[in-house]
């Protein structure tokens, strides 16, 4: 029988097994969170303004937490003003609300390949055809790729990208592309969804994003804070231009609106100054993370893989090989207590490759190490057997 293709929601309901070495999961580590800061940002709102906090706000979000998305933008290149911010559950929730709003069945859309498999899950459940560019780290496509993507008939109703350091290709939007890829889709007609989750995490300054090239318009901006300060918080938001009230609508249908003390804690955080340094610490444990995993892998690899250091971010793209062995490997791997992922979800058609991502955040140094040591074994054992196969046949 045919297997059941993994859904988003079976990798979010992996087992955290202490006996497994997890690479898989796209999660950041809970060892990293600023659970200090957190606290006595919590605190402080249920000391001053516990009636707000508890009680139903209007659906596009709390008036502080909007306010203090608008200053934080601002030193991002982004200038808007905080009605134009629509707080949403997650980065999750703000692809969802804008490709629900957005798009309908059989229209197309132009996205990365490989792309981050949430957005594909949710364009899927439209219903949308996918016209793909290839993207990965020191092969940006050119704009002219893009260009041509938009050209083609029939005419893109969204172009879907996640400008900085992409997940899981780890690629990075060169800066002097931006500017043109906002311009030609703009002349297209065809509004681009940027999706901006990693974009603080890049080592060096981030690049402006897509969004402050500009008015609203032609970008559609979805972040969230769940990759910087704590996934649990569950707060994203999207700048959704001209789709405000229609994206609101929806939102506020399915659930009025998000959680209240989540929102007032998240500003709170945001107030308090904190977040720089936050992204600064994270930046550096990152990095070292990235250096002993990509170290392991520059020398272990079976030759024809590579695995390019994405420059920030904590998630290793490797790749190379037959796509055959993809599956074995995954099995092989959790055989021996390390678990990664096959990057066959991550395309809305089949890979030419074989890819895997790593996460390097979230094991202890010494089992990332053992993790990385015993996946590059595998690799190795799998495609001497499926070379020996072939020179077989
Ligand atoms: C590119 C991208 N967008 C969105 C999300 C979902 O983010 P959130 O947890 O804020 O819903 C993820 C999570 O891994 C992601 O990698």
Same mark, same amino acid.
């Given at each position: 029988?045919?297997?059941?293709?993994?859904?988003?929601?079976?990798?979010?309901?992996?087992?955290?097994?202490?006996?497994?070495?997890?690479?898989?999961?796209?999660?950041?580590?809970?060892?990293?969170?600023?659970?200090?800061?957190?606290?006595?940002?919590?605190?402080?709102?249920?000391?001053?303004?516990?009636?707000?906090?508890?009680?139903?706000?209007?659906?596009?979000?709390?008036?502080?937490?909007?306010?203090?998305?608008?200053?934080?933008?601002?030193?991002?290149?982004?200038?808007?003003?905080?009605?134009?911010?629509?707080?949403?559950?997650?980065?999750?929730?703000?692809?969802?609300?804008?490709?629900?709003?957005?798009?309908?069945?059989?229209?197309?859309?132009?996205?990365?390949?490989?792309?981050?498999?949430?957005?594909?899950?949710?364009?899927?459940?439209?219903?949308?055809?996918?016209?793909?560019?290839?993207?990965?780290?020191?092969?940006?496509?050119?704009?002219?790729?893009?260009?041509?993507?938009?050209?083609?008939?029939?005419?893109?109703?969204?172009?879907?990208?996640?400008?900085?350091?992409?997940?899981?290709?780890?690629?990075?939007?060169?800066?002097?592309?931006?500017?043109?890829?906002?311009?030609?889709?703009?002349?297209?007609?065809?509004?681009?969804?940027?999706?901006?989750?990693?974009?603080?995490?890049?080592?060096?300054?981030?690049?402006?994003?897509?969004?402050?090239?500009?008015?609203?318009?032609?970008?559609?901006?979805?972040?969230?804070?769940?990759?910087?300060?704590?996934?649990?918080?569950?707060?994203?938001?999207?700048?959704?231009?001209?789709?405000?009230?229609?994206?609101?609508?929806?939102?506020?249908?399915?659930?009025?609106?998000?959680?209240?003390?989540?929102?007032?804690?998240?500003?709170?955080?945001?107030?308090?100054?904190?977040?720089?340094?936050?992204?600064?610490?994270?930046?550096?444990?990152?990095?070292?993370?990235?250096?002993?995993?990509?170290?392991?892998?520059?020398?272990?690899?079976?030759?024809?893989?590579?695995?390019?250091?994405?420059?920030?971010?904590?998630?290793?793209?490797?790749?190379?090989?037959?796509? +055959? @062995?993809?599956? &074995? !490997?995954? #099995?092989?791997?959790?055989? =021996?207590?390390? *678990?990664?992922?096959?990057?066959?979800?991550?395309?809305?058609?089949?890979?030419?490759?074989?890819?895997?991502?790593?996460?390097?955040?979230?094991?202890?140094?010494?089992?990332?190490?053992?993790?990385? +040591? @015993?996946?590059? &074994? !595998?690799? #190795?054992?799998?495609?001497? =057997?499926?070379? *020996?196969?072939?020179?077989?046949?």
């Amino acid at each position: 029988m045919p297997q059941a293709p993994l859904r988003l929601l079976d990798l979010m309901r992996q087992t955290e097994d202490p006996q497994v070495i997890n690479l898989a999961a796209g999660i950041p580590s809970p060892d990293f969170l600023p659970l200090d800061a957190l606290k006595s940002a919590l605190e402080g709102e249920v000391q001053s303004r516990a009636r707000e906090m508890f009680s139903y706000h209007r659906p596009e979000g709390a008036a502080p937490l909007r306010e203090a998305i608008r200053d934080y933008l601002r030193i991002r290149g982004v200038s808007v003003q905080a009605d134009q911010v629509l707080v949403t559950t997650g980065c999750s929730g703000a692809l969802a609300s804008i490709i629900g709003t957005v798009l309908k069945k059989g229209d197309t859309v132009v996205c990365e390949a490989p792309a981050y498999y949430g957005q594909l899950e949710l364009l899927r459940a439209v219903g949308v055809k996918f016209r793909t560019v290839t993207t990965a780290v020191g092969q940006e496509p050119d704009p002219s790729k893009w260009e041509r993507a938009l050209k083609a008939k029939p005419k893109p109703k969204l172009l879907v990208v996640t400008s900085t350091l992409s997940n899981p290709s780890g690629a990075t939007l060169k800066e002097e592309g931006r500017t043109k890829l906002v311009e030609i889709c703009r002349q297209a007609g065809v509004p681009i969804l940027e999706d901006d989750i990693y974009g603080d995490l890049l080592g060096r300054s981030r690049p402006k994003p897509l969004r402050a090239f500009d008015d609203g318009s032609t970008v559609l901006y979805a972040t969230s804070f769940s990759k910087t300060v704590a996934p649990g918080l569950r707060i994203g938001f999207s700048l959704p231009g001209k789709w405000m009230e229609a994206a609101a609508d929806r939102q506020c249908r399915q659930s009025i609106h998000g959680a209240v003390p989540s929102e007032y804690m998240t500003a709170a955080f945001l107030r308090s100054g904190r977040m720089e340094g936050h992204l600064e610490m994270l930046k550096t444990v990152y990095a070292k993370r990235r250096e002993l995993a990509g170290g392991i892998l520059a020398r272990e690899l079976p030759e024809g893989y590579r695995a390019d250091d994405p420059g920030g971010g904590y998630m290793l793209w490797v790749r190379g090989g037959k796509p +055959g @062995i993809m599956e &074995e !490997v995954r #099995k092989k791997c959790l055989e =021996r207590g390390v *678990a990664v992922v096959g990057g066959g979800i991550f395309f809305a058609a089949q890979p030419k490759e074989a890819c895997f991502r790593l996460n390097c955040a979230r094991a202890t140094p010494e089992d990332l190490a053992r993790g990385v +040591g @015993i996946f590059c &074994e !595998v690799l #190795k054992a799998e495609s001497g =057997r499926s070379g *020996a196969r072939k020179s077989r046949t």
